[in-house]
T-cell receptor, first 113, second 114 residues
Framework: DGGITQSPKYLFRKEGQNVTLSCEQN?????MYWYRQDPGQGLRLIYY???????QKGDIAEGYSVSREKKESFPLTVTSAQKNPTAFYLC????????????FGSGTRLTVV | AQKVTQAQTEISVVEKEDVTLDCVYE???????LFWYKQPPSGELVFLIR??????QNEISGRYSWNFQKSTSSFNFTITASQVVDSAVYFC???????????FGAGTILRVKS
């Protein structure tokens, strides 16, 4: 079945360490996105990519980095510069002709210890 | 700039009650897309509906119905005869074009008690 795979489901990071969250899709979607969700808040866009080797900052890009070397993959690195990285991270992809528009992964819960 | 407002932070109802979740949006584009998603405790986002700006027909899907009114920039969601399984966080979202960012409201927590 086609879909988006995010791994790991839970991730613990020590302060000062970088960590990379994986996002892979086999839907042949061109656009991919990373969102952050904090308790009691909506989803905020970190980065998005409309095509391979290109990406744009979202509303809260500081302290994060991404790459888009392959259509299927859009990994997110949470750097030590991110002051409050503990959150739930959701990856998504989209295709213009699909009625539901955006497909989401099951998320990665990152905790700084 | 795009903005989505879900003014209801949390709603509690008793099973079998009807409940309406409000969504108000702002956009300068004439073409845009509106969405509703359900987020159960497991965390994944479950797609419920997409509505294009040029299609103002209301839609019903089982116990779910949506009322889209461009005149008031609202896209409200009603659950008829609510069930405990409807308990979740519900998000309204707006996109001005595919490949562009999907902007979310803050979400409404719905608690359905038996």
């Amino acid at each position: 079945d086609g879909g988006i795979t995010q791994s790991p489901k839970y991730l613990f990071r020590k302060e000062g360490q970088n960590v990379t969250l994986s996002c892979e899709q086999n839907l042949n979607h061109d656009a991919m996105y990373w969102y952050r969700q904090d308790p009691g808040q909506g989803l905020r866009l970190i980065y998005y990519s409309q095509i391979v080797n290109d990406f744009q900052k979202g509303d809260i890009a500081e302290g994060y980095s991404v790459s888009r070397e392959k259509k299927e993959s859009f990994p997110l690195t949470v750097t030590s510069a991110q002051k409050n990285p503990t959150a739930f991270y959701l990856c998504a992809s989209s295709h213009p002709t699909e009625n539901y528009g955006y497909t989401f992964g099951s998320g990665t819960r990152l905790t700084v210890v | 700039a795009q903005k989505v407002t879900q003014a209801q932070t949390e709603i509690s109802v008793v099973e079998k009650e009807d409940v309406t979740l409000d969504c108000v949006y702002e956009t300068r584009d004439t073409t845009y897309y509106l969405f509703w998603y359900k987020q159960p405790p497991s965390g994944e986002l479950v797609f419920l509906i997409r509505r294009n700006s040029f299609d103002e027909q209301n839609e019903i899907s089982g116990r779910y119905s949506w009322n889209f009114q461009k005149s008031t920039s609202s896209f409200n969601f009603t659950i008829t005869a609510s069930q405990v399984v409807d308990s979740a966080v519900y998000f309204c979202a707006l996109s001005e074009d595919w490949g562009n960012k999907l902007v979310f409201g803050a979400g409404t927590i719905l608690r359905v008690k038996s």
